[in-house]
Structure formats: structure tokens, C-alpha cells
């Protein structure tokens, strides 16, 4: 099977028939390939995983996540900037909602919903 | 952290209540009806309607003038309650968001533009974390609240799930802006170039000032 036809047969395999990048194709694999290894599921090859028709989109690898180092003080810094954009705007977004009058009148009760 | 994100649940049930075990309906591929229920020797029977080749339900409900039953897919899963305190006490719909692991989504960069607000449908929340309870933050871990997935339970069927957390006031605004954000669709700068002079706009400022008037306006 040449190449370009065996990585359309294991995208379609594996549910991401829309990807057309080895390289994405390649990274989803070890994404995958190394939950599966750190939950205990098996170890082995990429092919030999695809084969055994372990590399689902859902949920096994969700059980366990995997982020290397660089990518957790990535998500760390996100997570920083968060919670300063949290306390900066918390007291203007309750400034600009407290201008709506949303409790005033309670929404009717509609026939048959109860 | 400053502001507070999470507070104990009050006695009385709040918008931002979050719920372990609450329903998250998952989207309907194919629609298919649960017909009348049969009950014999302490099991409960009923024939699925609509399944293609097979029965059909009654015209009635086929033309939208009788109501059914659906088979609905689902999880039970964390959800935090989105219902506003007027609908709480005056109504008996309870609309839940689902509550949903961050680590579901692979890529860092998608975790990343979550944490940081770039999608409107998804709303970051952190690890629980409560004054006094250091054990919260094993209730769940960082997740997003997933507006596409929002369902409606009838007070006595939400009555019946335990309120673990809740969010804190600011927090329960800031998800209501968010809500708000995503039925508008793009994201809501907090800074924003003038298209006219280029100057630097507060937009919050802006919509402050445009839900007050001033007087002479």
C-alpha cells in the first residue's frame, strides 16, 4: 500500500478522516500511544496499536492526560493571565450586569410545562 | 487569587450551583420515540418508535400536535446551573450547563486559547479551590462550562442531586457575561482600538456607559 493511501486508511480508521497532515497524524498517534502506555492499557508499536483498533477519538486517552514540561509552564502562564483578566474585570462585568433589569418581572408560566 | 471563583452553596439553591451527578444530554443523531410503557412482572416495557423500518409513532405526534417521549443520549456528569434566582423561585425549569474536563481537549493550544477565553462557547473554570476546604480541589479538575450543552430539568428531578460547590457572585456574573458573549459569537475585547481615531476603548467602560445614559441623552 503506498503511503499516501495507507495514511487515509488510518485516518479513516481512527475517525479524523479530515486530517491531511502526516505531521498532525503523527502527533495524535504519540499523544495517544503514550496515554495508552501510562494507563496501563498495553505498549507496543503505532501500527500495532492502530491494528488492535486501540486508538479511539474518545475516551481512553482522556483518562489520563499527558503535557510534557514546556507544555504545562505554557498552560501555567495561561492559567496566571486568567486569573489576573478574572479579578480585573470582575467588578466591571458586575457593574455592566447589574444595569440590566433581569429580575424584574418573572417569566410568565407557559401552558403544559409543568 | 484575589477574587474568589468558588463560595459553599447556600442553603437556598443559587444560579451557579454546580451538581456531581447532573444529566448532560448529548446531541441527537437520529430521533427516536419511547411508546406507551407495559409493565409486567415488576419490569417496566415500552416499544421504540421512529427507528427506521420499523413503527412508526402516531401521526399526531409526527405532525406536532401531541407530545412524546424521546430516547435522549446522556452522561451523568458535573453541571453547573445556569437558571437566574427569579426563574429559581417563580418557575420549575432548571437549565444546567455541562461541566467538562479540560484534559478532554489534546492539543495545548486549544487548552491554552480555553484558559485564555477565545471560544465563546466555552467558559474556563479552574480547580476548585475553597477557603477552609483544602481537600476541593479533588471534587474536579480544571474544566470549561460547554454552552452547547445545556439541559432542562424539572425542579423535583433537580431537587434530587446534591449542590457540591457553587460559584462565587463574581464568578456567576462573569459566566453570565460569557453567555452572553457566546449567543453574540465574537469575543469580547476588553480593549479595543477606535475605528475612527485608533485611541485605546475600554469596551466594558463603553457598555457600562451605554446601559447609563446621560441625562441629556
Redesign the interface.
Known amino acids: 500500500m503506498d503511503e499516501p493511501r495507507a495514511l487515509r486508511v488510518v485516518l479513516e480508521r481512527i475517525g479524523i478522516a479530515g486530517t491531511s497532515s502526516v505531521q498532525e497524524l503523527d502527533q495524535y498517534v504519540e499523544r495517544k500511544l503514550r496515554a495508552l502506555i501510562d494507563v496501563g492499557v498495553t505498549s507496543g508499536s503505532k501500527a500495532q496499536l492502530i491494528d488492535l483498533g486501540a486508538l479511539s477519538k474518545e475516551p481512553v486517552a482522556a483518562a489520563q492526560d499527558v503535557v510534557s514540561p514546556s507544555d504545562e509552564s505554557r498552560l501555567e502562564a495561561a492559567r496566571a493571565r486568567w486569573k489576573q483578566d478574572f479579578a480585573a474585570r470582575s467588578g466591571t462585568v458586575a457593574a455592566v450586569l447589574a444595569r440590566f433589569p433581569v429580575d424584574d418581572v418573572p417569566t410568565p408560566r407557559v401552558e403544559g410545562d409543568d | 487569587?484575589?477574587?474568589e471563583?468558588y463560595k459553599l452553596p447556600d442553603d437556598k439553591v443559587r444560579p451557579g450551583d454546580i451538581v456531581a451527578l447532573g444529566p448532560t444530554f448529548r446531541a441527537l443523531k437520529e430521533v427516536i420515540h419511547v411508546g406507551p410503557q407495559q409493565v409486567s412482572k415488576q419490569q417496566i416495557s415500552a416499544k421504540l418508535l421512529g427507528v427506521s423500518g420499523f413503527e412508526q409513532p402516531s401521526k399526531a405526534v409526527l405532525e406536532g400536535k401531541s407530545?412524546t417521549k424521546l430516547v435522549v443520549p446522556a452522561a451523568l456528569d458535573w453541571g453547573v446551573l445556569l437558571t437566574?434566582?427569579?426563574?429559581i423561585?417563580?418557575?420549575?425549569?432548571r437549565q444546567i450547563a455541562a461541566l467538562r474536563?479540560l484534559?478532554?481537549l489534546?492539543d495545548?493550544a486549544v487548552?491554552?486559547s480555553v484558559?485564555?477565553?477565545k471560544h465563546s462557547s466555552l467558559y474556563?473554570v479552574?480547580k476548585p479551590e475553597l477557603v477552609g476546604v483544602p481537600t476541593a480541589g479533588a471534587l474536579f479538575d480544571?474544566s470549561f462550562i460547554d454552552f452547547r450543552f445545556v439541559a432542562t430539568l424539572h425542579r423535583d428531578a433537580w431537587d434530587r442531586l446534591t449542590r457540591v460547590v457553587s460559584l462565587s457572585?463574581?464568578?456567576l456574573?462573569?459566566l453570565?457575561?460569557a453567555w452572553m458573549k457566546h449567543t453574540i459569537g465574537p469575543q469580547a475585547q476588553?480593549k479595543a482600538p477606535c475605528p475612527a481615531c485608533n485611541a485605546e476603548i475600554e469596551m466594558?467602560?463603553v457598555?457600562?456607559d451605554f446601559?447609563?445614559p446621560q441625562p441629556d441623552y
Request: with cysteine; aromatic share 12%.
Open positions: 487569587m484575589t477574587t471563583f407530545d437566574r434566582g427569579c426563574d423561585d417563580n418557575g420549575v425549569q474536563p484534559r478532554l489534546q495545548v487548552k491554552e484558559i485564555l477565553g474556563y479552574p480544571e457572585r463574581a464568578a456574573l462573569d453570565y457575561f476588553r466594558f467602560q457598555v457600562e446601559l447609563r
